[in-house]
């Protein structure tokens, strides 16, 4: 009993500073320990009660405590034990009662032994469970960590087949666009410059196989090095390209016009460089084609407004002459015209006036048709513009006797080109004069609509449009069934008036009731307010009466090629008092004149043989001797650019032929007083 409690507090003490005592040495006397109590068991109480279960036990707790080797070591160790105390029982060196039976053991026997027992077998689980545990901790841990390596395991199988599938998807979505694509994509490594990647549109544009190209170093597939080196040189400065266009090679040794895009990436740990090549060779043919018709009909409209100078000259030069000399009979103080000489020379006048509105409006037209109307935009009222145009159309009104009259309802200011709005006024309002009924009147104005419009009517009690004509109103050359009437007219004016506003930002429309009459608006959108302008009636101004001539001693030099204008001059001339011309029929012979005479005024024409009027014009203005003569164009060159071409040459003024002779006269008194 005491060396059971003895051996017990043993293995507790062992259990209990297990820390302190290396694990060898724990197992070892836990093992030895066990294997006194089997054999003080069996020297006790015998082989059979005490002793065997604890010798059979030492086997399999040195295997768990160390490992097989020691099971079986402890196992032989048993059987000898079993050996040796059978053979000193059987000598008599033992004296105990081996096979004493175990119910013939006293009471006080059996619960000493159990007692002992349950304190040994305490122990050993004891020490067992504290030999072990790090043990068994580790296998549990070991468990555990298996556990989980194993869903690891399997979350990575997972995550790889997720990822295998979704690289799959990802090059069967990267094949189908790259398939898809019109242009070359092609894939290159930076560092040797040989293709790794190209997809099947090599073919349709090169004419290369897919297969062909890879390996193969891609600059050699450009046409012009020079436009390889740049192209290789952005990459590296920018790392990307944009609409770099050069030309590069076929497989059949063609060439063809190439757009290319590119971007330098990092693929399997080396710089590429991923490029996009479009045929632009198509492209730039019709690009090429389009400039091409461009220039010929910048070439066309260029030779188009030739013609409509030349011809515009051609026609004025005669017209100059016819409508110049009709106003020299008609105004001739010395011999009057009896009544059908007045007659026929007004029948001239009307004639031609009418030839020469007629070129005018066909060379607006053409000109608004070409492209080639200038504007001048700025901002205008437009009542200021109705009395100027009043005052050219008011004798006409008067000799069929239709009332004028006009009403400014609106005082805010419009943006046109006043020269060409004035042009349109004058087309509306002469159009409602001639076109109305005698003894009618003229209504027009202006007023202010919704959405800041400002609208200009002109409203006249003529027969009025039917309603099946008016589509063809504005068509050119088209007066409604009038060509055969009395009614003068060219059929352009609306035309042209419509072009100009519309040109101008505005709108022109008109309203009419067959045997009530016809009313047209032009409308622009409104600017400004102007309050200082009230609203009120447009004052219509009188005729004005001719100036009377004064006179003066002063010489003209006329420089005209033309016989018939040069006669024209001088019968001008000859009716003013106090003036002499002296002429020139080139402009050489005419700057040695103004040279020598001096001249108190030059009128000169600007198509001249050999040196033009311009020419001329600088020559005059850089001599000594004649840069203070004052010099006025006379000139059937009457298009806009012509007349701003030859004030800016220096002309102190530039008329165009047909001149009237009023006109004429007046200009050169105000030239020779100032």
């Given at each position: 009993m005491a060396a059971h409690i003895f051996f017990a507090i043993v293995l507790w003490c062992v259990t209990w500073f297990r820390?302190?005592?290396?694990?060898?040495?724990?197992?070892?006397?836990?093992?030895?320990?066990?294997?006194?109590?089997?054999?003080?068991?069996?020297?006790?109480?015998?082989?059979?009660?005490?002793?065997?279960?604890?010798?059979?036990?030492?086997?399999?707790?040195?295997?768990?405590?160390?490992?097989?080797?020691?099971?079986?070591?402890?196992?032989?160790?048993?059987?000898?034990?079993?050996?040796?105390?059978?053979?000193?029982?059987?000598?008599?060196?033992?004296?105990?009662?081996?096979?004493?039976?175990?119910?013939?053991?006293?009471?006080?026997?059996?619960?000493?032994?159990?007692?002992?027992?349950?304190?040994?077998?305490?122990?050993?689980?004891?020490?067992?469970?504290?030999?072990?545990?790090s043990m068994y901790t580790a296998l549990i841990e070991e468990n555990k960590t298996g556990e989980q390596l194993n869903k690891l395991a399997k979350s990575l199988e997972i995550r790889i087949a997720e990822r295998t599938l979704e690289l799959e998807n990802s090059n069967r979505q990267f094949k189908t666009i790259t398939d898809a694509s019109p242009n070359i994509i092609a894939i290159t490594n930076m560092s040797d410059g040989r293709i790794t990647f190209a997809n099947p549109a090599v073919y349709d544009i090169a004419g290369y196989r897919e297969e062909e190209l890879i390996g193969k170093i891609a600059p050699d597939y450009f046409d012009n090095p020079e436009d390889q080196e740049k192209y290789t040189e952005q990459l590296r400065l920018h790392g990307s390209v944009s609409g770099f266009e050069t030309c590069l090679r076929k497989a059949d040794g063609s060439k063809f016009d190439a757009n290319i895009s590119g971007r330098i990436v990092e693929l399997d740990g080396e710089p590429h460089v991923v490029a996009e090549v479009a045929d632009i060779t198509g492209f730039n043919k019709a690009a090429k084609e389009l400039v091409d018709a461009r220039d010929e009909a910048e070439q066309a409209n260029q030779a188009k407004s030739e013609f409509l100078s030349s011809m515009s000259h051609e026609l004025r030069t005669p017209m100059n002459a016819i409508l110049g000399f009709a106003q020299m009979l008609e105004f001739n103080p010395k011999e009057s015209l009896t009544k059908e000489q007045k007659n026929c020379v007004d029948h001239i006048l009307k004639g031609g006036q009418h030839l020469l509105g007629l070129i005018d409006q066909v060379l607006d037209l053409a000109r608004i048709e070409s492209g080639k109307l200038q504007l001048t935009i700025e901002p205008v009222l437009p009542s200021d513009l109705f009395r100027e145009c009043l005052e050219m159309l008011r004798p006409a009104a008067d000799k069929r006797g239709i009332e004028l009259s006009g009403e400014k309802k609106s005082v805010q200011l419009i943006n046109t080109d006043p020269a060409r709005f004035k042009q349109v006024?004058?087309?509306l309002l002469s159009n409602a004069i001639k076109y109305n009924v005698d003894k009618g009147s003229v209504k027009f104005g202006c007023l202010d609509k919704e959405g800041d419009i400002v609208r200009i009517f002109i409203t006249d009690t003529g027969s009025g449009i039917a309603r099946e004509e008016q589509a063809g109103l504005f068509e050119p050359f088209n007066r409604l069934g009038k060509e055969a009437s009395e009614i003068e007219g060219t059929g352009v004016g609306l035309t042209v008036s419509k072009q100009l506003v519309e040109a101008m930002g505005g709108h022109i429309g008109f309203e009419s009731e067959v045997g009530k009459g016809s009313t047209f608006w032009v409308d622009f959108p409104a600017i400004k307010n102007t309050p200082a302008k009230q609203t009120g009636q447009i004052e219509i101004p009188k005729t004005d009466q001719q100036p009377k001539q004064k006179n003066f001693a002063a010489t003209v030099l006329y420089i005209e090629d033309n016989p018939a204008n040069l006669q024209l001059m001088e019968t001008i001339i000859d009716r003013m008092d106090g003036i002499s011309l002296i002429s020139a029929?080139?402009?050489?012979?005419?700057?040695?004149?103004?040279?020598?005479?001096?001249?108190?005024?030059?009128?000169?024409?600007?198509?001249?043989?050999?040196?033009?009027?311009?020419?001329?014009?600088?020559?005059?203005?850089?001599?000594?001797?004649?840069?203070?003569?004052?010099?006025?164009?006379?000139?059937a060159a009457a298009m806009k650019n012509d007349i701003e071409r030859g004030m800016a040459a220096g002309f102190k003024g530039y008329l165009s032929k047909p001149f009237k002779v009023q006109e004429i006269i007046e200009t050169i008194e105000k030239e020779l007083t100032t």
């Open positions: 820390h302190l005592i290396p694990y060898p040495v724990r197992a070892a006397t836990v093992i030895a320990f066990f294997y006194l109590i089997g054999v003080v068991g069996i020297a006790r109480f015998g082989l059979t009660a005490g002793g065997i279960p604890f010798l059979i036990i030492c086997a399999p707790l040195a295997t768990i405590l160390f490992n097989w080797r020691w099971g079986i070591g402890l196992a032989l160790i048993v059987v000898l034990s079993f050996g040796t105390i059978g053979w000193l029982s059987v000598n008599g060196v033992i004296r105990s009662g081996i096979d004493i039976a175990a119910y013939g053991m006293s009471p006080s026997t059996w619960v000493t032994y159990l007692f002992s027992m349950l304190l040994a077998v305490g122990a050993l689980v004891a020490a067992v469970a504290s030999s072990n545990r006024l004058i087309n029929h080139n402009a050489e012979l005419g700057m040695s004149m103004a040279e020598e005479h001096q001249p108190g005024l030059i009128l000169m024409d600007i198509n001249l043989p050999g040196m033009d009027g311009i020419a001329a014009m600088k020559v005059l203005s850089q001599q000594e001797e004649t840069k203070d003569i004052p010099v006025i164009a006379l000139s």
